[in-house]
């Protein structure tokens, strides 16, 4: 699998982004997909992660009601719409594919669960 991570930018607080996370290569539908971010100086954290079907999705504390993922099985995309974007947002974020199996429920928040990683792309959140 394949993954392209788009649609970073910069953004005054307040403001919205969507990001989008391209993937290629195998079925996409087989993978639960994640987004991840790493702020400078920081480790890297999870943000969102939304099962193989789209049923199930999972949020940081941090993001919680602000951020949505889904995912477009036609386009073989993944989706993170930020809103309500707050300074401490800005980091690299980036997208993540894990083959969706019984460990995933438990796991969906840790980096090691996941197998393929996109580039990153960078959001940048202006007081």
Not at 89 to 100: I, L, M, W
């Amino acid at each position: 699998v394949q993954l392209q991570a788009s649609g970073g930018g910069l953004v005054q607080a307040g403001g919205s982004l969507r990001l989008s996370c391209a993937a290629s290569g195998r079925t996409f539908s087989s993978y639960a997909m994640g987004w991840f971010r790493q702020a400078p100086g920081k480790e890297r954290e999870f943000v969102a992660t939304i099962n193989w079907n789209g049923g199930r999705t999972y949020y940081a504390d941090s993001v919680e009601g602000r951020f949505t993922i889904s995912r477009d099985g036609a386009k073989n995309t993944v989706y993170l719409q930020m809103n309500s974007l707050k300074p401490e947002d800005t980091a690299v974020y980036y997208c993540a594919a894990g083959r969706s199996n019984t460990a995933y429920s438990g796991a969906y928040f840790l980096e090691t669960w996941y197998e393929y990683w996109g580039q990153g792309t960078l959001v940048t959140v202006s007081s």
